[in-house]
C-alpha cells in the first residue's frame, strides 16, 4: 500500500508543476509564428508532444531538479499507435522513478520502465545544468556528437544570454517562446523568441 502511496504522491507533485509552471511555456512548432502554438503543458496533458520528448524533458527538469535526463534506446511506438521499434528516447529519472512526459505523462517505477520499455544498454544520464551547457554549445537538445561548435558571434550570445537567464529565475518568466525552425524538412537551427519584459515581482 505504501509503495502506490508513494507513487500516487509524486504523480500528484508533478502534475502540480504542469499546471501551475509549465502553462507559460510556449511551443511553436513548423516554421511560422502563427501556425500551432500550444504550451508545454498542453503537450504533456493531451499527448501532443509525440516526437518532442528532448523538448518536454528539458523544459520540465527546468523546473524540477530532482531529476536526471537520460538519453538511450528504447521500444517506443512514433506515435502511441503504430508498432513499437527501437528509437532515440528521452526521459527524467532518478534512482526510484522514471517519468516519461512524452508517450501519456506517465509515472513509472524505474525498473518497471526499464523492463515494459526494454530499455537497452548505455543510457546517458545528464543534470539539467550539464544538457544546458551543451544546449548553449551546440544550439541543440540532443545528439551533440553531430554538431559543430556554434560561432561566438551576435546571436550566440543572444541565445546564450536568453538560455542563461531563462535557468536562473525560471518562476520569474511569464512567457517563453520555443520554436524550432526548418526549412524543406531539413533542421537547420534551433531558434528562439522569448519575452522578458513581463516578470512577476
Known sequence: MGLFTNLDSERERINKIINNKLQRIYYFDEDTWNLKKKSIARMITYHEGMGECYTLVYFYCLFDKS?????GNCYVSRDGIRKKEIMDHCWCENQEFVYDPT????LFRKEDFYKENQVQNGVSLY?????????IKYRSLYHWEHFMLRDHDK???AFEN????LCKSPNRIRYFYWHRGTSKGKLLTLRLRFRFPQMVK
Open 67 to 71: 531529476y536526471q535526463i537520460a538519453h
Open 127 to 135: 543534470s539539467f545544468e550539464e544538457v544546458t551547457e551543451n544546449f
Open 162 to 165: 536568453c538560455i542563461r537567464r
Open 155 to 157: 546571436d550566440y550570445f
Open 103 to 106: 508517450w501519456g505523462n506517465r
